[in-house]
Structures are given as structure tokens and as C-alpha cells.
């Protein structure tokens, strides 16, 4: 399994740069999580969006979300330049009606996921996790074999994800708030808390993401290091993870 960050921002892109994007992998099929801002331009970096085989979407925020209408177009364009019928699944949960109907487009079809049952994508399995956050949003858990990697996507500090992200290959937390700042509010995690739920759930690898725009993001991860002793990195576009 193969993980590449494509856009790592919380909010809003900076210059030449995405918000919440990840690409997976795994026997020649490619699975995106999450579409945010600026995605679709990032993506193209490293595989064509015709060539994904299916969207997985956390939640109806923006910053998740905003360029599925672009990839939508992206699909119409090239199914009619290439005399196809390919349809594009995407996979959100039904708890926005009027976002999910959005999901499905001439030929992008939009698939509801139950949050509690365990869902099949391709070569991948997909368990779930609701977060703390504003609107409904679900972290997942994404594995194939003894492959797993956990997405925290939004949510603020939860003792649920320590036996949720337990032995995770990867996890890929909310890092919006630096050590000592109260991201309950707006739903989001600190730096010493994505370290401490990694440590406590003794993952192999952390990495911050949907990072903030003000402070010096090198302090994120100094702070996440005081909690967690493994590996910590900072999310940028073309990060990439493989497993063993």
C-alpha cells in the first residue's frame, strides 16, 4: 500500500498548495480521501484524475470537499473526449442530504457508507470512526492485510482513537492547534494530543497534517515528539508512505 499526501492544509490553501487530499494505492488501484481546495491542480502531479477508481469522502466541510464539483467536470470532459461511460464512485456518508446528493454528477455517482458497518473499496477495507466536530465527520481506518492506516480526519482530542489507531502502520492526525491551545471548540487536535494518541496506541509512524496558518509548523512537531517516541513527520505535498 502506497500513501501519497496531495493536500495537507486545514481551511484554505497557501500559494501553490491544497487542503485535506490523500491518495492510496494498492494493486494498481488508486482511491482518493477527501478532495479539498485545490486538489484536483496538486493531483495531477501524480496520476490522472480519470484514472481513479473511487472517492472517499470524511465530511462536507469545504476543505474536504470543494473541488469534487471540479473533478466532476474533469470526468464529463474526458469521457466525452474519449467516447466512454466511465462511471466515478464516490463514497460519503448519508447524514447531508443535500451534500451527498451532490456526490453524483453525469458520471460521478455518489455512494452512501454506513459508519458502522465495515466498507469494501477496491482492494481496501474501511472501518469507521465518528470525530468530534461541528458536523457529522468520520476518521477511517484503512487497511489491506496486515496494512493499516488510520485518518483522523476532523475532530478534536478523543480518548476513542487510542484503541481506534492501536498498531496503525500510519496515522494521520488533525494538527491544527499548537501545544496548550483549546481546539474543542472548532473540533480539532493540538500537537502534544496527536502525540500522545500515538504513543498511547502505539503506532509506527505519525504524521501531522491539516496544518494551521500562523506559527512555525517545525514546532508541531517538537511538541508531538515530547509525547510520542516513534517517527513524526510533517505533512507536505508528495509525502509519501509505503508499507513494509
Known sequence: ???????????????????????????NFRLLVDCGSGSMSRLQKFTDPFQLDAVLISHYHQDHIADVGVLQYAWLVQNTLQDTNRKLPIYGHPFDTAKFNSLSHQY????????????????????????????PCYGMAISHGEDKVVYTADTSFSEEWIPFAEGADLLITDTNFYKGMDGAGPGHMT????????????????????????????????????????PVSLAREGWTWKSR
Open 1 to 27: 500500500m502506497k500513501v501519497t499526501v496531495i493536500g495537507y492544509w486545514g481551511a484554505y490553501p497557501a500559494v501553490k498548495s491544497a487542503t485535506s487530499c490523500y491518495l492510496f494505492e494498492q494493486d
Open 108 to 135: 460521478t455517482e455518489g455512494k452512501a457508507y454506513d459508519p458502522a458497518e465495515t466498507l469494501s473499496i477496491g482492494p481496501f477495507t474501511v472501518k469507521f470512526q465518528e470525530t468530534n466536530h461541528p458536523v
Open 191 to 230: 500537537s502534544e494530543e496527536a502525540g500522545a494518541i500515538a504513543e498511547k496506541a502505539g503506532v509506527h509512524k505519525l504524521l501531522l497534517s491539516h496544518l494551521p496558518h500562523f506559527g512555525e509548523h517545525g514546532q508541531l512537531v517538537k511538541e508531538a515528539k515530547e509525547r510520542y517516541e516513534g
